[in-house]
């Protein structure tokens, strides 16, 4: 038989605590100046909130209803061969102003000949444009932008992306064409169908 090499046992061995172990009192005391200089560094907004906001419900929604109209929203129209205004009016028994932004028509523009008849109807005079005032055409953060600053309209998208961005957003109701009419969801007034 070989000779058996003598190794220390594991219990045996004196443990020595490291100069940078958590739980020297030095190391501790650093530790809670560290915590005490992030919290003072950390500074906490709150996005104020509208004034016209009663909880969730929106006192600034009141007719003529200013409505913001989306690509998706009028292609889909175009689809189910609905007019524009006098289906709005069905929808929410008020007078209507459908609003289309600058994004919107140059979104309607790069999808090329097969929008055209919605480019036409975008382009028609009756509606009201806004001008955008910031780079770039992409239409669904134009609206989530105009929204957020001004919640006296109402969205009007068949985008599921955009719901969902505009449902986080207190106080503003969707529209949307579903079954050969538009729907209305989030809006206190609505009557019910």
Same mark, same amino acid.
Request: contains cysteine; proline residues 5%; glycine residues 4%.
């Given at each position: ?98 609003? !289309? ?15 055209? !008849? ?76």
């Amino acid at each position: 038989m070989g000779i058996q090499k003598r190794t220390r046992k594991f219990a045996q061995v004196k443990r020595l605590i490291g100069k940078r172990d958590s739980r020297l009192k030095q190391n501790q005391d650093k530790g809670e100046m560290e915590a005490r200089k992030k919290r003072a560094e950390l500074v906490r907004e709150i996005p104020q909130v509208s004034s016209s906001l009663f909880f969730q419900y929106n006192t600034a929604l009141v007719p003529p209803y200013s409505i913001l109209i989306d690509t998706n929203f009028l292609s889909h129209t175009v689809q189910r061969k609905l007019e524009l205004l006098p289906t709005m009016m069905d929808c929410l028994y008020a007078k209507c102003t459908p609003i !289309i932004t600058d994004c919107c028509i140059a979104e309607l523009e790069k999808l090329g000949r097969r929008y055209r !008849i919605a480019l036409r109807i975008a382009r028609d005079e009756r509606w009201e444009r806004l001008r955008c005032d910031h780079k770039g055409v992409y239409a669904d953060d134009c609206i989530v932008d105009r929204v957020m600053k001004h919640k006296i309209y109402i969205v009007a998208t068949n985008d599921r992306d955009l719901k969902r961005r505009i449902r986080k957003i207190p106080g503003v109701p969707i529209m949307s064409v579903a079954r050969g009419k538009y729907v209305i969801e989030r809006l206190p007034d609505a009557p019910e169908k």
